[in-house]
């Protein structure tokens, strides 16, 4: 079955203590519907401005990636973010966001969009998640990516946006402001009460935990040697995680943790290159490997 995924499509200028590359293509919902592409027809929500290369739109043809919701104002600045990593590649500082043509976008989806069964509200501002949310004719599973930004700024929409969503993914130190609380096993329950049936909490390096209604399901990350820039791969779990989910049938939990494996498969090919680079250039058959090979260190 198929997914759409709504987000930025942004131009990304990206500083690592060994590299500086400006004007990549990235944003949330780049990320995410490469990812997604793997493993499900994908669908591409999203607004570009007159300055967006026409490389890139090849490049998400060249995944097979619909683009027939990627608005195009050509009188407009695409959304540009830059970042900065510190020489541990954990820790990022945003040098700048311009939100450009994102600023007063409303999402119009196309008819053909209206009945996709799986959906990505990747990380974007909630009133733009809500829109989307409100064209949808009965989708049979939606995820929602956010950051600390919109927990900051619009609070009240994101909260909202948890009674509409099945499951609702976010990083730990996120979980922990929105909850106010450092535990993150009962940050999880204070947010499972907040809406959403699943949590799925991204621990970066460390893996991610996924809560349902069977329980918690803890997955590790893939052991990299290598980082070369870690932008992304948050959004590539995601993405990769619903695209896998959009090709299982059966017992939805169960194929949710196969997701998830999937979804951090597919982000350990993003940390090795820069923005969508690596990503880009891997195939089904090199994650499959990676899954095989996570699935042999966690097994006793
Ligand atoms: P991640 O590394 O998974 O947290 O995602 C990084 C991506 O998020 C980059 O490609 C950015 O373009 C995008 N991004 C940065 N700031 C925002 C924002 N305020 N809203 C949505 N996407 C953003």
Known sequence: MSVLVVGTTALDS???PKAENPRLLGGSASHAAVAASFFAPTKLLGVVGGDFPTKYLRLYEGHGICLKGLERVPAGQTFHWSGEYEVNMNNRRTLDTVLGVIEHWSPKLPESYETTPYVLLANIAPPIQHRVLDQLKRPKFVVA??????MNIMLPDLLRLLSRVDAFVLNESEAAQL???????TAIRRIHRLGPRYVIIKKG?????LSGPKGI??????PLRKVVDPTGAGDSFVGGMIGYLASTKGDLEKNLRRAIIHGTVTASFCCEGFGVVATTKTTRKAIDQRVKQLEALVRF
């Open 14 to 16: 990206i500083k690592t």
């Open 145 to 150: 990516d956010t950051m600390d930004l919109w």
């Open 179 to 185: 909850t106010k609380e450092d535990n993150v096993f």
């Open 205 to 209: 390096s460390h893996g991610a935990v």
């Open 217 to 222: 399901f803890i997955a590790p990350a893939y």
